[in-house]
């Protein structure tokens, strides 16, 4: 049975990753850093039967000596990793003219540095059976600029490279690297700029003001829509690509 790991597992699209994958009788270790797991979305998402598949671990990304020994010690762990989804991240609004060193820090830790290293360890488990996939969530901000993201956009194009640099490396022994690039998604990231209960009309229609090009196919993409990419590039589907970013954004990039 194969294995999958997860991060950002808890609630959005790393929730919705776990569901797909549990629905087609994967093993999953999913791993966030919210403690209660009464706040986990994840459980409320998938049948009783599926937990037999699941283990979770509590744990921030940036303790990632402390996540691998929980890997190591969990039930699911037999040695070989199939999968790795890097869905965790952290979206800090504001001026990069007001950005502080602290903040870049935190930041490039939770988006970069944590999955980073984390991956380096994946791929050492993979090397022996030259096979596996990595998966890693950027963003479509990544490829242009954003007024008021510039933090977050510049975190999520490190993330970009560093993984494309990596499947390079990790080519010659049969295991892929691949990213895929939200735009505007329905999740609590997303909401968290909401001033209201809906999205603002510029993020779909565009801001001229923001510099925003709006969605072309006028709508929000859903958590499930991310999830159905990242499941295609962990599948043999994809056995012939690597260093690919597949852009799930509706068009907002017009193609970049």
Request: aromatic letters at 6%; proline letters at 4%; charged letters at 20%.
């Given at each position: 049975m194969s294995l999958y790991i997860v991060t950002g597992a808890a609630r959005g699209i790393g929730a919705e990753i776990c569901r797909q994958l549990l629905q087609k009788d994967h093993q999953v270790i999913a791993i966030d850093r919210i403690d209660d797991i009464n706040q986990w979305e994840l459980?409320?998402?998938?049948?009783?039967?599926?937990?037999?598949?699941l283990d979770h671990i509590s744990c921030d990304i940036r303790k990632t000596n402390e996540i691998i020994q929980h890997i190591e010690n969990s039930i699911l762990f037999k040695g070989t990793i199939t999968g790795l989804v890097n869905a965790v991240g952290v979206l800090e609004m504001g001026s990069l003219l007001n950005t502080s060193v602290e903040q870049w820090h935190e930041n490039l830790s939770i988006n970069f540095i944590g999955p980073a290293e984390?991956?380096?360890?994946?791929?050492h488990q993979m090397i022996p059976q030259r096979e596996g996939a990595i998966v890693s969530i950027s963003s479509n901000a990544a490829l242009i600029p954003r007024m008021n993201m510039g933090l977050y956009a510049t975190t999520k194009a490190t993330v970009s490279h560093y993984f494309k640099n990596l499947a390079?490396?990790?080519a010659p022994h049969n295991i892929r690297c691949n990213l895929v690039l939200p735009g505007s998604t329905l999740t609590q990231m997303q909401k968290?700029?909401?001033?209201?209960d809906?999205?603002?009309?510029?993020i779909?229609?565009?801001?001229?003001?923001?510099?925003r090009n709006g969605i072309p196919l006028q709508k929000i993409a859903e958590a499930e829509d991310i999830a159905n990419a990242v499941i295609f590039l962990l599948s043999d589907q994809a056995r012939q690509i690597?260093?690919?970013?597949?852009?799930?954004?509706?068009g907002a990039t017009l193609g970049v």
């Amino acid at each position: 049975m194969s294995l999958y790991i997860v991060t950002g597992a808890a609630r959005g699209i790393g929730a919705e990753i776990c569901r797909q994958l549990l629905q087609k009788d994967h093993q999953v270790i999913a791993i966030d850093r919210i403690d209660d797991i009464n706040q986990w979305e994840l459980f409320k998402l998938i049948p009783e039967a599926s937990l037999n598949h699941l283990d979770h671990i509590s744990c921030d990304i940036r303790k990632t000596n402390e996540i691998i020994q929980h890997i190591e010690n969990s039930i699911l762990f037999k040695g070989t990793i199939t999968g790795l989804v890097n869905a965790v991240g952290v979206l800090e609004m504001g001026s990069l003219l007001n950005t502080s060193v602290e903040q870049w820090h935190e930041n490039l830790s939770i988006n970069f540095i944590g999955p980073a290293e984390l991956s380096r360890w994946v791929a050492h488990q993979m090397i022996p059976q030259r096979e596996g996939a990595i998966v890693s969530i950027s963003s479509n901000a990544a490829l242009i600029p954003r007024m008021n993201m510039g933090l977050y956009a510049t975190t999520k194009a490190t993330v970009s490279h560093y993984f494309k640099n990596l499947a390079l490396e990790l080519a010659p022994h049969n295991i892929r690297c691949n990213l895929v690039l939200p735009g505007s998604t329905l999740t609590q990231m997303q909401k968290q700029l909401w001033t209201e209960d809906r999205p603002p009309a510029g993020i779909v229609n565009g801001n001229l003001e923001q510099f925003r090009n709006g969605i072309p196919l006028q709508k929000i993409a859903e958590a499930e829509d991310i999830a159905n990419a990242v499941i295609f590039l962990l599948s043999d589907q994809a056995r012939q690509i690597t260093m690919h970013e597949l852009v799930v954004d509706g068009g907002a990039t017009l193609g970049v």
